[in-house]
T-cell receptor, first 112, second 114 residues
Framework: SQELEQSPQSLIVQEGKNLTINCTSS?????LYWYKQKYGEGLIFLMM?????EEKSHEKITAKLDEKKQQSSLHITASQPSHAGIYLC????????????FGDGTTLTVKP | NAGVMQNPRHLVRRRGQEARLRCSPM?????VYWYRQLPEEGLKFMVY????????ESGMPKERFSAEFPKEGPSILRIQQVVRGDSAAYFC????????????FGPGTRLTVL
């Protein structure tokens, strides 16, 4: 089965700093998704990447997919306290896309 | 247009009792997925259902756990004779089709077994 490893496990940054979270897959990625979760709440879908080299941005968050490396990175520019939370990557094996495998998450703390 | 709804949000049960978790998918969505998130761990797939059918239950424990998604009404995840190890957050997600990421997650039900 596919496994996703996220790094780092946790991250504390000063407000205004940039940061990167990585997600590495043990198998070929057919689709890679990023979610954000706040404690006590459900997941908020951020973006989906499907093609090698694809890059998507939403406000100050940019995600890239390196298909060859079976890896995706999530980059936040000029972090704000509102970015704090747990970021999870998810991926599909091939079919039944909703049956996703998730990484263990990266907990982001942004200090004002 | 309401999102995915789950209830209850918090559920406390004593060992040996039954827990029933409900999930109402978004309007128009006929695909429902249940995930479990244990403390300090990531989300783990449990079961995938369409109306009246279990499509994939490969992530569901073989005993005590069952799920259904009837023609009418919410999807139900049922845990019989709960044990402390069942304490977790249970999330439901819905999708309009079986392709594409599960974009719509419910807020989760946090089950605590005393």
């Amino acid at each position: 089965s596919q496994e996703l490893e996220q790094s780092p496990q946790s991250l504390i940054v000063q407000e205004g700093k940039n940061l990167t979270i990585n997600c590495t897959s043990s198998k070929t990625l057919y689709g890679l998704y990023w979610y954000k979760q706040k404690y006590g709440e459900g997941l908020i879908f951020l973006m989906m990447l499907q093609k090698g080299g694809e890059e998507k941005s939403h406000e100050k968050i940019t995600a890239k997919l390196d298909e060859k490396k079976q890896q995706s990175s999530l980059h936040i520019t000029a972090s704000q306290p509102s970015h704090a939370g747990i970021y999870l990557c998810g991926a599909d094996g091939n079919t039944n896309a909703g049956k996703s495998t998730f990484g263990d998450g990266t907990t982001l703390t942004v200090k004002p | 247009n309401a999102g995915v709804m789950q209830n209850p949000r918090h559920l406390v049960r004593r060992r040996g009792q039954e827990a029933r978790l409900r999930c109402s998918p978004m309007k128009g969505h006929s695909h429902v997925y249940w995930y479990r998130q244990l403390p300090e761990e990531g989300l783990k797939f449990m079961v995938y259902l369409q109306k009246e059918n279990i499509i994939d239950e490969s992530g569901m424990p073989k005993e005590r756990f069952s799920a259904e998604f009837p023609k009418e009404g919410p999807s139900i995840l049922r845990i019989q004779q709960v044990v402390r190890g069942d304490s977790a957050a249970y999330f439901c997600a819905s999708s309009p089709s079986d392709w594409g990421p599960a974009q719509f997650f419910g807020p989760g039900t946090r089950l605590t077994v005393l």
